[in-house]
């Protein structure tokens, strides 16, 4: 028994009886032992999370009165740059023009704006390539080829409805959830 | 010479170390005029409150008649720093209802023309602003006396929430003898006795009550003491509700821990004690 | 791992091998705290502490490391990022509850851990390293427990270093000097916060790393015991795994639970309402203690009260403390009688109660104010702490007559229990051990 490295346990021969009932105390006190670990790991990995403050910051109003068509604003919102871009009949149409099933990431900009709002282009002012801002919302930026956004990092360029024309990124600039409080404002979040 | 020396050694620093102490021990002291507030001051009144104890929660109806003392009363002075307006939905408050409170307190902002200093009215992300700018307003509007932050009051005093509500319950006329300065008050439940303070609570139906509750000056220390424990631990109820869990559960697993030492020790200790020889 | 009869490590499957001839990490947990290691069989629950102690470190590692993601340590912002934790992080109230709480149970664990070495003579030799290294790990503590409590900066932190830097400028000529540069300042400030910030994380792990060593200096002889009396065999031991880990869980379970009670429902027991009100450097509360695991020595500290022999009161106060601490360095020297048991040394049985009680008495004193009767009873309470140390325990181990001691641990533990010699011989020889 000394040498049965595989037979650790205690001191002595148990009846079958005895063993399978100190199997049962050895295996519930493991149990409590793994369960108890694990409900405290939660509040441990939880508490990364956005905090109740953080949180609470999450949605914004934001007044567009002062935006002109054919300019746009950048807005912060949970500390990520959004841009409401006033686009003129021009830029729509020239979104409008564009058949859909030729884009990357195929939507109409009636799809990416509120109805009866198709000039406010609300998106975030994040590339979808890997997180940079890209030009065009400013005044004097270069709005790339396409007269949308271009994003300086890896030459992602952008149309006039934010949707991805060319370059690396994947995806159109995301719109962020919004809603119209009135004509010239807007809840973000 | 060497081992002498090392022998001598511990007697002779203890030695040192002793005398120094016992000539001070022994030292005659000098009379020592007592504190005169020492024999007026009182311990905070025997009250409870439903957040004591293990079990305890909060009131919430008796949080929000707390909370309006606090606001029509107390904020005239004393700020909240730690409290956010969307804090107040523990207390019952819709989110309608916190916006509305949250947007009569104005908030310190730059005017986004002009970049010169502007107040906006106050969103629920936002914590409670004011009454005073910064200390020194503070100070120049109360008589060179500062009128505390109140959101951790209650844990920042012996006694907590008893300490606030015998405060405000405990203005009485000074004892024969006892001079109080001009623009001080008498109320021995306050550390230094005198107290800047004038008693805030003073009249029956001071703030108006929509619950039904007779706002007396009792009722209303005992509803601000109440929402001022809140402010200092907003977490309590969680703490305890958590914590009987734990307990719980930690006695279990200490039981079967026994147990499986019981087990584990059986041949070797207990069934020697019993004199009962196992065999290998 | 010096006895020749511990089980040795022997990997059964391939990738136990495979690993055990490149990093043997399983067998070096086999050997320290696995079935490997050969335990007397007769500790008792005092013996848990230190294992209570190891866990209390790591809890206070695993916290505090937490709360330094969402403190700042900044002067304007340190006060209410710590509030910031209780009320906006997720969970954060029970983390910060949990680091503070534990800093009070890691100390009491290692009080009662260094009781029992007292009592049972743990600190002589061949144990003289171990107790000295479990002194550098005790006095990292207090240091790290100290800069802990500062960097929530409310009043009694502030004024808390505030008073314990001022120790330094006692020092002659070089006092101010130091005090300066400790501070970074003339007060405490922006400057000693952040160095307090990082010397409190860093300090921990060089704890972590004394407590390595601390346990590699207990392997080398071994545990001490009750009897004190040295293992002479197989039959004195058990190994680790699973007899003292199977006890040291279920201490663990009754550690962690009265933990969980004071979390949970008295956090604020043991702290100071004082700390509750943010830093105001221009007013000290009325009434400045330390934590209490400080107060006997801050009692010490503050129990010179004349100059005596051209020294003045101040810097007798300052020596006095850390003399207290440092002449526990010297222990092993003091105190030269060969018994290792008080169980066995009637003598010096009693004055070891007298020392607990002295050593209460001192802690009761240092959280008074520093008023009557509490100074004059701990002008005396210290001076017996000195003279305990300095002057009785040489004297006794010289003088006093020991009682027989057992011949083996085994012995000790049957006749304990009221058997015959034969009876308690053929039960240890019924216990197995494996071949040497």
């Given at each position: 028994?000394?040498?049965?490295?595989?037979?650790?346990?205690?001191?002595?021969?148990?009846?079958?009886?005895?063993?399978?009932?100190?199997?049962?105390?050895?295996?519930?006190?493991?149990?409590?032992?793994?369960?108890?670990?694990?409900?405290?790991?939660?509040?441990?990995?939880?508490?990364?999370?956005?905090?109740?403050?953080?949180?609470?910051?999450?949605?914004?109003?934001?007044?567009?009165?002062?935006?002109?068509?054919?300019?746009?604003?950048?807005?912060?919102?949970?500390?990520?740059?959004?841009?409401?871009?006033?686009?003129?009949?021009?830029?729509?149409?020239?979104?409008?023009?564009?058949?859909?099933?030729?884009?990357?990431?195929?939507?109409?900009?009636?799809?990416?704006?509120?109805?009866?709002?198709?000039?406010?282009?609300?998106?975030?002012?994040?590339?979808?390539?890997?997180?940079?801002?890209?030009?065009?919302?400013?005044?004097?930026?270069?709005?790339?080829?396409?007269?949308?956004?271009?994003?300086?990092?890896?030459?992602?360029?952008?149309?006039?409805?934010?949707?991805?024309?060319?370059?690396?990124a994947p995806k159109n600039l995301e719109v962020p959830q919004y809603a119209f409080k009135s004509p010239t404002s807007v809840t973000i979040g | 010479m060497g081992r002498l020396i090392a022998f001598l050694a511990p007697f002779a620093i203890g030695g040192v170390f002793v005398l120094a102490l016992l000539v001070g021990a022994f030292m005659p002291r000098d009379a020592v005029t007592p504190d005169p507030t020492l024999a007026l001051h009182k311990e905070a009144k025997e009250v409870s409150f439903q957040s004591d104890g293990p079990f305890g929660t909060y009131d919430r109806a008796q949080l929000q008649r707390g909370f309006k003392v606090y606001r029509e009363v107390c904020s005239?002075?004393?700020?909240?720093?730690?409290?956010?307006?969307?804090?107040?939905?523990?207390?019952?408050?819709?989110?309608?209802?916190?916006?509305?409170?949250?947007?009569?307190?104005?908030?310190?902002?730059?005017?986004?023309?002009?970049?010169?200093?502007?107040?906006?009215?106050?969103?629920?992300?936002?914590?409670?602003?004011?009454?005073?700018?910064n200390e020194v307003a503070a100070r120049a509007a109360n008589n060179n006396a500062l009128p505390p932050d109140l959101s951790l009051m209650t844990k920042a005093r012996e006694h907590g929430n008893r300490y606030v509500y015998s405060l405000l319950t405990g203005y009485a006329n000074a004892p024969a003898g006892w001079k109080v300065p001009d623009g001080l008050n008498y109320n021995p439940y306050f550390k230094s006795i005198n107290i800047a303070m004038p008693a805030p609570l003073a009249s029956e139906g001071q703030v108006e009550y929509t619950d039904g509750t007779k706002p007396t000056v009792d009722q209303m220390a005992k509803d601000v003491a109440a929402f001022l424990t809140w402010t200092a631990e907003p977490k309590l109820v969680e703490r305890h509700r958590t914590g009987f869990g734990a307990v719980i559960f930690l006695l279990i697993m200490t039981g079967l821990g026994y147990l499986s030492y019981r087990r584990v020790w059986a041949e070797i200790k207990y069934k020697t004690k019993k004199g009962e020889v196992a065999s290998a | 791992?010096?006895?020749?009869?511990?089980?040795?490590?022997?990997?059964?499957?391939?990738?136990?091998?495979?690993?055990?001839?490149?990093?043997?990490?399983?067998?070096?947990?086999?050997?320290?705290?696995?079935?490997?290691?050969?335990?007397?069989?007769?500790?008792?629950?005092?013996?848990?502490?230190?294992?209570?102690?190891?866990?209390?470190?790591?809890?206070?590692?695993?916290?505090?490391?937490?709360?330094?993601?969402?403190?700042?340590?900044?002067?304007?912002?340190?006060?209410?990022?710590?509030?910031?934790?209780?009320?906006?992080?997720?969970?954060?109230?029970?983390?910060?509850?949990?680091?503070?709480?534990?800093?009070?149970?890691?100390?009491?664990?290692?009080?009662?851990?260094?009781?029992?070495?007292?009592?049972?003579?743990?600190?002589?030799?061949?144990?003289?390293?171990?107790?000295?290294?479990?002194?550098?790990?005790?006095?990292?503590?207090m240091a790290t427990g100290f800069m802990g409590y500062v960097l929530v900066w409310g009043q009694m932190s502030f004024w808390g270093a505030t008073v314990i830097t001022n120790l330094f400028s006692a020092i002659p000529v070089v006092g101010e000097a130091i005090h300066t540069w400790l501070l970074g300042g003339f007060s405490p400030d922006n400057a000693t916060l952040n160095r307090f910030f990082s010397l409190h994380y860093l300090l921990p792990f060089v704890i972590f790393g004394v407590v390595i060593l601390h346990v590699w200096a207990l392997h080398i002889p071994g545990s001490n015991n009750p009897t004190g009396v040295d293992i002479k065999g197989p039959q004195d031991t058990v190994p680790f795994h699973p007899y003292y880990t199977a006890k040291d869980f279920f201490g663990l379970g009754v550690y962690f639970t009265l933990f969980a009670i004071v979390v949970f429902y008295l956090p604020n027991a043991l702290g100071e309402p004082d700390n509750y009100i943010a830093a105001n450097p221009l007013s000290t509360p009325a009434h400045i203690v330390p934590e209490w695991y400080y107060w006997p020595f801050y009692a010490i500290l503050r129990?010179?009260?004349?100059?005596?022999?051209?020294?003045?009161?101040?810097?007798?106060?300052?020596?006095?403390?850390?003399?207290?601490?440092?002449?526990?360095?010297?222990?092993?020297?003091?105190?030269?009688?060969?018994?290792?048991?008080?169980?066995?040394?009637?003598?010096?049985?009693?004055f070891f109660w007298v020392f607990v009680v002295d050593c209460l008495i001192l802690g009761l004193c240092g959280g008074k104010p520093a008023a009557e009767p509490w100074l004059r009873i701990s002008q005396f309470a210290a001076a017996y702490y000195f003279a305990h140390f300095l002057i009785?325990?040489?004297?006794?181990?010289?003088?006093?007559?020991?009682?027989?001691?057992?011949?083996?641990?085994?012995?000790?533990?049957?006749?304990?229990?009221?058997?015959?010699?034969?009876?308690?011989?053929?039960?240890?020889?019924a216990v197995p051990q494996p071949a040497a």
């Open positions: 028994m000394a040498t049965d490295q595989a037979h650790v346990p205690a001191a002595g021969e148990l009846t079958e009886s005895g063993e399978r009932r100190r199997d049962f105390i050895y295996i519930a006190t493991g149990a409590f032992a793994a369960v108890g670990a694990a409900t405290v790991a939660w509040p441990l990995i939880n508490q990364m999370n956005p905090s109740a403050d953080v949180l609470a910051l999450a949605s914004i109003d934001v007044d567009l009165a002062a935006v002109q068509p054919g300019q746009a604003i950048k807005i912060s919102w949970r500390g990520l740059p959004v841009f409401a871009r006033n686009l003129t009949q021009a830029e729509q149409d020239a979104a409008n023009k564009v058949p859909v099933a030729s884009l990357r990431d195929p939507q109409t900009l009636a799809e990416r704006t509120k109805e009866g709002h198709t000039n406010w282009l609300i998106t975030l002012g994040v590339c979808t390539h890997l997180g940079c801002v890209p030009l065009g919302a400013g005044e004097g930026e270069t709005k790339g080829d396409f007269g949308g956004y271009f994003c300086p990092c890896h030459g992602s360029q952008y149309d006039t409805a934010a949707r991805i024309r060319s370059g690396p | 005239a002075c004393h700020s909240l720093h730690q409290v956010a307006f969307r804090d107040l939905a523990a207390l019952g408050f819709t989110q309608a209802e916190i916006k509305a409170i949250a947007k009569t307190n104005e908030q310190p902002t730059i005017d986004e023309k002009t970049g010169e200093p502007a107040m906006r009215p106050g969103l629920p992300s936002d914590k409670f602003y004011g009454p005073y700018a | 791992m010096s006895f020749p009869w511990a089980k040795h490590y022997e990997p059964t499957t391939e990738v136990g091998k495979w690993i055990d001839s490149r990093l043997p990490l399983p067998r070096l947990i086999y050997d320290s705290v696995g079935a490997g290691y050969p335990v007397p069989k007769n500790l008792n629950y005092f013996y848990n502490f230190g294992v209570l102690a190891g866990v209390a470190l790591v809890v206070q590692i695993i916290t505090g490391i937490i709360l330094a993601m969402h403190y700042t340590p900044n002067v304007g912002l340190a006060f209410n990022s710590v509030e910031h934790i209780m009320r906006d992080v997720n969970s954060g109230w029970m983390l910060r509850y949990m680091h503070a709480v534990g800093a009070s149970f890691f100390f009491i664990v290692v009080y009662l851990h260094i009781f029992r070495g007292l009592y049972y003579g743990s600190y002589k030799p061949p144990r003289e390293v171990l107790w000295l290294l479990g002194m550098v790990i005790y006095l990292l503590m129990a010179f009260t004349v100059n005596f022999l051209w020294v003045p009161a101040k810097l007798w106060g300052v020596l006095a403390m850390f003399s207290a601490i440092l002449l526990l360095f010297f222990l092993p020297w003091l105190d030269k009688s060969p018994v290792r048991s008080n169980n066995y040394r009637p003598l010096s049985k009693l009785i325990l040489p004297i006794i181990s010289r003088i006093e007559r020991p009682l027989p001691l057992p011949k083996s641990i085994s012995e000790a533990v049957l006749t304990n229990a009221g058997h015959s010699v034969e009876a308690a011989r053929a039960a240890v020889a």
